[in-house]
């Protein structure tokens, strides 16, 4: 059975860092809409301008564009044998939609519960690869990439105060009631992010495992 898992919690709740750990153990893709956003800004393109000027001021981008590029990803071949999805669905018709793409296939639903001081702090000082989007070690003096080598810089949403505080209103406002509409499944479960991220990584493992019946392929 394929593994499909949607990780849920504010900005600098370790969602990413997290994708990337579940994703390299099981052997599926990361799906981050914001790495596709922010490439798609590098690029350029009509929606990547578009998509950086919301993204620099900490507004979401439109429920129908941001379902249209899922449905996109989701339907390549590398996607087949499951996903984890960081950063969607952010609003409950993004979540509605994604009901309707999986049908009835089982979703594994990851909150990370992080207290609102913890998440400015960490938005201020988070530092990111421009080459690969990988999140360096938090406190790192590094200035380059460990996987690529890329220069790490820090994201244009975390550099400014009011967009950081935005970040979390908007949150607060579209995507916490996210944890209503998935909290009655049996597959849904909260984390505490706020402990060290391998303790972090090593619940969701075992939670995932108690959930679903697939054996995992590699652990890390
Ligand atoms: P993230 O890297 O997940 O923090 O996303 C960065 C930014 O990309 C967000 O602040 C939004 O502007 C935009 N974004 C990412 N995912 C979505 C989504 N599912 N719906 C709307 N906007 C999104």
């Known amino acids: 059975m394929a593994l499909k898992v949607v990780m849920l919690g504010p900005p600098a709740s370790g969602k990413g860092t997290q994708a990337v750990r579940l994703a390299k153990a099981r052997g599926i893709p990361k799906i981050s809409t914001g790495d596709i956003l922010r490439e798609a800004a590098q690029s350029g393109s009509e929606l990547g301008l578009r998509a950086k000027a919301l993204m620099d001021r900490g507004e979401l981008l439109g429920d129908a564009e941001m379902i249209g590029i899922v449905k996109e990803r989701l339907a390549r071949p590398d996607a087949a044998d499951g996903y984890i999805l960081d950063g969607f669905p952010r609003t409950v018709r993004q979540a509605e939609e994604l009901d309707r793409m999986l049908e009835r296939e089982p979703l594994v ?112």
Do not use: W
């Not at 070690?137 to 590094?142: F, R």
């Not at 991220?197 to 090593?202: E, R």
């Open 109 to 220: 639903i990851v909150d990370l519960a992080v207290p609102d001081g913890e998440l400015l702090a960490r938005m201020q000082t988070r530092r990111v690869c421009g080459s690969c989007s990988t999140i360096a070690e938090p406190g790192s003096s590094k200035e380059s990439c460990e996987r690529c080598g890329g220069t790490l810089t820090t994201r244009a949403d975390d550099s400014d105060e009011l967009v950081r505080q935005h970040r979390l209103e908007v949150y607060a406002r579209e995507s916490r009631p996210l944890l209503d509409y998935y909290r009655g499944r049996p597959t849904f479960f909260s984390v505490n992010g706020a402990q060290a991220p391998d303790q972090v990584a090593k619940e969701l493992a075992t939670k995932i495992d108690q959930m679903v019946t697939v054996a995992p392929r590699k652990r890390t």
